[in-house]
C-alpha cells in the first residue's frame, strides 16, 4: 500500500512539474512572439548576449567532444563491420548516427552542463538576493525579463551548434576513415552524402530546439523555485541538471519514436 | 495637463514657454525643442515656467543637459518663474545656483542681452 | 495611462485623500502568523514611520504592502485600487508608481550601479540616453554616491549598497516611497543626510513615504504618523507628539529604550536549553 501511495504522489509530483514547465514556457513564448505586438520591448540586447554565452561559447568544447565522438562511432562501427568485409560502410554509420541522434543529443548535454546549470544557478542567487522581488515591484515581469531573452537565444543557439556538432562527428568519422579504412577525403565525402537524407538532419535539428526549450525551462524553473539561503542554490542547480538530462532523453525517446512510426512504413 | 511647448522671439533671445507638466514621459518633448534652438539656430534660449505647475528629476535632467550645451557655445540660456515646488525640485538636485534663474521675463531678458555673444553672429 | 490631472487629486499633492489603505491585515508564512489584524491608513503626501522590534513583522508589513507577499486574511488598497483583485497590468501600472529599497539593498548583481538606477528608467520610458545619464548621476549625487556609477554592486560596502539601492528606488520619483531601514548601517553623518533627503522629498514631490526604521531620533524627526509594531500586532498609532505622550507600558520601554526585565532563570528555562537532548 505505501509503495503505491509513494508511486501515485510520484507521479503527481512529476506531472504537476509537467505542469510548470509548460506554464513557464507558454508565458517565455506570449513575451517572445506576443508581446512585441503589444509595444513591450523584447531585450534585442540581452538575446544577444545570451546567445554568446550559451552559443558561440560552447564551441570549443563541443567541437572537441563531437569530434572524439565521430571518431568513437567509427571505430565501434569498424569492427563490427570489418568482420563482414563491410569497412566501407563506416561512413554511413557515422553519418547516420551522428546527425539523427548524437550530435543533439551531445550538444544537448554539454549546454546543460554549461548554460542550463548556469540559468538555475544566475536566477537562483537572484531570487535568494530578493532581485526577483526586486524586478516585480519595477514593474519588470522576471519571466519577460530574465527567461524570454534566454528561451530565444537557446532556441536559436542548439540548432546552430548541434549542425555545427554534425559536422565535426562526420569530420571525426573521416579521421578514422581516411588514415584507417582506405578512404580517400573525397570518397569519404561521398559515401557521407550518399548515406545521409535531408531529413536525418532535420529530424536532429527538430530534436535539437525541443531541447533548448527543456533545457532552458528545467534551469529558469528550478531557479525561479530556489528557496531561502545560499545552499538552496547550489540545490537548484543540481537538480536542473539531473533534471534536465532526464527529460532531454525522454524527449529524445519520444521524439525517436514518433519519427520512427511516422516514416518506417 | 498634457505638456504643451511653444517659442516666441523676444528681443535678442528665444522664449519658450512651457504649459503643463514636465515629466519622465514627456521630458523628450522639450529636450528635442532645446537642443533644435541651442544646436541648430544657435538661440539664446530662455525658458518661461511660470504656467508649468510641475517638473520632474527627468525635466530638470533635460534642463541640465540644455545647460551644457549653451554653456559650450558660449550662449546664455535661463529660466525664469520657478514655482515654489519646482524651486524645491531645483534645490533637491542642488541644481538652483548652476543655473541662472529669474523672477521675471524682463530680467532674464536684460541678463541675455548682456551676455557676450559669440556664436549668435 | 490615465491622465497626470487625476492622479495629482490623490498622489502629487499633500491633500488628505488616502494612499494607503489596511484592514483586517493578516500575513501567515506557512503556518506561523506574522501579522494578525492590521489596520491603518496613510494619507497622500504622509510620511508614515513604522516601529518595531526585530521580527515583529515590519519587513513583512512592507512587502504584503507592495504585494510581494499575499494576506491570509484582511485587504490592502492602495490609491483606491484593492490589491487582492486587480489584474497583473493594473498591478504594473500601480508599481510604476512604487519606489522600493529593501533591507537587503537587492541590487542587481550582474549590472553596475549605474545600470541599477537606470533599468526602470530604460525599461519604462523613451527618455534619452544622454538624459538617463544625467539622471542617474543626479539620484547618486543626492544620496551621496556621485562617481560610483561603474562600480559593481558588490564592490560597495554595506552602507553603499544601501545609499545605492535608496537612488534607485528614488529615479522614477514615485509617487509611493517605501523604505525598509533605509540608514541601518549608515554613520551618523550620512544616516542625517538619508533623512534630509525625505524630508526635501516630501516637500519637492509631495511623495507619500512609509519608512521602516529603528532610528527613534529619525523616525520623530521625519514622520508625520508613527505605527509601532509588536509581535504582529500594531499597539500604538499616532503623531510623534502623540507618541511620546503615550502611557502603554510596552510602548513606553520602546521609545524609552528600556530593555526587557530580565526573568530570573526557572525550570522552564532549564527546559528550554536542553530541549529535546539526549543526555
Ligand atoms: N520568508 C520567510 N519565511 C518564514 N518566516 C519568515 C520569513 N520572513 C520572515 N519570517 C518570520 O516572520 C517574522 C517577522 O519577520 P520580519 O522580517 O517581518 O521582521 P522585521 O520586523 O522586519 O525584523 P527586523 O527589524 O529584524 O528586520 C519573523 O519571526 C521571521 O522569522
Ligand atoms: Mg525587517
Known sequence: MPVTETLGQATIDGLAYLGDLAILMGRSLHAIIVAPFQGQRLRGQRVVHQAMSAGVGAIPILSLISFFIGVIMALQSAYELRKLGAIALVARAVAISITRELAPLITAIVVIGRSGSAFAAEIGSMKVNEEIDALETMALDPIQFLVAPKLLAMLLMLPCLTTWADFMGILGGATFGVSVAGFTLGSYIQATLHSIAFRDIVTGLIKSVMFGAVITAVGCQEGLSTGLGAEQVGRSTTSAVVKSIFLVVAVDLVFTLLFYFTTSR | ?121 | MRPRSSRDESGRQADGGIAIRVRNLRVNYGEHEVLHNIGFDVKAGETIAILGGSGSGKTTLLRSLVGLERPSGGAIWIRGQDLCCISPREMAELRKKFGISFQGGALFGSMTVGENVALPLREHTRLDDSTIEVLVRLKLEEVGLSGYEDYNPAQLSGGMKKRAAIARALTMDPEILFFDEPSAGLDPIIAAGIDDLILKLKRAFGMTIVVVTHELASAFLIADRMVLVDKGNIIAIGTPEEMKANPQPRVRQFLDRVPDPEVSADEGFLDRLTQNLRL
Open chain 2, 1 to 121: 495637463m498634457p505638456l504643451s511647448i511653444t517659442k516666441r522671439q523676444n528681443g535678442a533671445a528665444t522664449i519658450v514657454d512651457v504649459t503643463g507638466e514636465i515629466t519622465l514621459f514627456n521630458a523628450p518633448d522639450l529636450r528635442k525643442v532645446l537642443m533644435e534652438l541651442l544646436k541648430v539656430e544657435k538661440a539664446r534660449v530662455i525658458v518661461n515656467m511660470t504656467n508649468s505647475a510641475y517638473i520632474d528629476s527627468a525635466g530638470v535632467a533635460c534642463l541640465v543637459e540644455a545647460l551644457k550645451v549653451a554653456r559650450e557655445s558660449k550662449l546664455p540660456f535661463a529660466i525664469f518663474g520657478l514655482n515654489r515646488v519646482a524651486k524645491e525640485v531645483f534645490e533637491l538636485t542642488r541644481l538652483i545656483h548652476v543655473f541662472d534663474v529669474y523672477g521675471s521675463e524682463e530680467e532674464a531678458l536684460r541678463a541675455a542681452q548682456q551676455a557676450p555673444s559669440s556664436a549668435a553672429v
